[in-house]
């Protein structure tokens, strides 16, 4: 299932609803900045990753409505489409890290090219920032399965599948390599209040790659951990900072509290692009803050709260490094001290400019 493709036409990107899954399979197209915008805002597309790759396509389809005789005109277009479109959601640093990428290829292309021809090269760059990532999933997936071994049980908290990324998935990437392998896993999949990512989506990736998955609601995670049914914790990530701290999907912080207390690994998975050096600490991250109807009404068939009561909605929170037993990327696993070995991933980054 393909969640974010470039149309043939090259007119539009589409992207499949995430909002309507388990029940709605349902594709979009966005040919506007204002869709794409639209479509990460209010989640159609999410993830990090996929959210950059929605982004690098959507680049490309705007760039060929901008002036093509004008260079400079052009090119204050793009920057401005940027922009936009990294205001959607302000956490997960693939968004802007993809953004920039695409604007660079624009900025410092020869001067003697004309538009059309840069326009040629923003596509080949948004496939090839896709591309890599399809890679990059099977390396950390390659990665996280040897932290496992037949027969354990995982706990995932909100959706780090193929959904949120191209092919595998981040977090769920070592799970689905597992059953490809003959490895049985048993996963349990926090359903992620109060927009149930992992009932809405990981459950449902589960269940139809053939996994044993058991969706439990978020404060049931204690109980399985206590039960001795958790060998390891595996949860994706938006932004991790240059100490290690790390921004995931709201309720994340708690589970890693949690197996410390239980004496569980818990083990972040993502992309060296989430990865980023100019945020000190956990504390320099922004966290996005959605709309109370997150909580008070979304899913049910009336509110589940007065309209006057008051709401505190944070689409992230941050788990201190001292939680995290090791960071699994594409280039390895990496342990504490992390503002060590983070340093060392990075400089050997293709992607980063601070390489």
Request: net charge negative; hydrophobic share 40%.
């Amino acid at each position: 299932m393909i969640n974010v493709s470039l149309d043939q036409t090259g007119s539009s990107v589409t992207i499949l609803d995430q909002t309507k899954l388990p029940n709605q399979v349902e594709y979009r197209r966005l040919s506007t900045a204002e869709d794409i915008h639209e479509a990460i805002v209010h989640l159609r597309v999410r993830g990090a990753p996929a959210i950059g790759i929605c982004a690098a396509f959507g680049m490309y389809v705007l760039s060929r409505s901008m002036p093509q005789d004008d260079r400079r005109a052009f090119l204050e277009g793009l920057s401005r489409a940027k922009e936009y479109l990294a205001s959607a959601r302000p956490t997960a640093v693939n968004l802007r890290w993809a953004l920039d990428r695409m604007e660079k290829v624009a900025s410092e292309a020869s001067p003697a090219l004309p538009v059309p021809k840069i326009c040629e090269m923003l596509k080949a760059e948004a496939l090839a920032i896709q591309k890599e990532d399809m890679d990059m999933c099977r390396r950390i997936a390659e990665y996280g399965l040897t932290l496992v071994k037949n027969g354990d049980g995982i706990l995932t908290h909100c959706n780090a599948g193929p959904l949120a990324t191209s092919r595998y998935g981040t977090a769920l990437g070592p799970i689905f390599l597992a059953k490809e392998r003959g490895i049985d896993l048993k996963v349990f999949a926090d359903e992620t209040r109060p927009l149930l990512q992992g009932a809405r989506l990981t459950s449902y990736e589960l269940e139809r790659g053939g996994v044993d998955v058991t969706l439990i609601c978020d404060n049931m995670a204690s109980m399985v951990m206590k039960n001795g049914w958790i060998q390891a914790c595996f949860v994706g990530c938006d932004r991790v900072a240059a100490n290690g701290d790390t921004a995931n999907k709201i309720g994340t912080s708690g589970v890693a509290i949690l197996a410390k207390h239980y004496g569980i690994p818990f083990y972040v998975l993502g992309p060296s692009s989430t990865i980023d050096l100019d945020c000190p600490t956990g504390d320099d991250i922004p966290i996005e803050l959605r709309a109370p109807q997150e909580i008070k009404e979304m899913f049910y068939s009336q509110p589940m709260a007065l309209p006057e009561t008051k709401c505190y909605n944070p689409a992230f929170d941050v788990t201190d490094h001292s939680l995290i037993t090791a960071i699994v990327t594409d280039q390895g696993i990496f342990r504490a001290p992390y503002s060590e070995s983070l340093r060392k991933i990075k400089k050997t980054n293709a992607w980063c400019d601070d390489q």
